[in-house]
């Protein structure tokens, strides 16, 4: 079993600033993939950044340039730094992990909310 524990969330201004963070526990093995992902209010989860273990990215369009992704694989931990925040950011942020253990396994953390303020 693994648990996923985020932190980070808040209230801010938009152009303002957080960061997040989401630590993994318990039996990971081998390489694994650490996401966040948003669904803001009436809508769908979306993908906003993931990080592969040997450091390779992907970013959503809309957060690109203004997010980064990264990780500490010793601390199974993967951080968003959020900068120039504008209100459609606002949402319940999750993290994700997936990794390989026989099969693909994925878990997701309980998610944090962030709210931009205009």
């Known amino acids: 079993q693994v648990q996923l524990m985020e932190s980070g969330g808040g209230l801010v201004q938009t152009g303002g600033s957080l960061r997040l963070s989401c630590r993994a526990s318990?039996?990971?093995?081998?390489?694994?993939?650490m996401s966040w992902y948003r669904q803001g209010s009436g809508q769908g989860r979306e993908l906003v950044a993931s990080?592969?273990?040997?450091?390779?990215?992907t970013y959503a369009d809309s957060v690109r340039g203004r997010f980064a992704i990264s990780r500490d694989n010793a601390e199974n931990t993967v951080y968003l730094q959020m900068d120039s925040l504008k209100p459609e950011d606002t949402g319940v942020y999750y993290c994700k992990i997936l990794f390989w253990d026989d099969r693909y396994v994925t878990y997701w953390g309980q998610g944090t909310q962030v709210t931009v303020s205009s």
């Open positions: 318990g039996s990971i093995s081998g390489n694994s993939a």
């Open positions: 990080m592969a273990s040997g450091g390779s990215t």
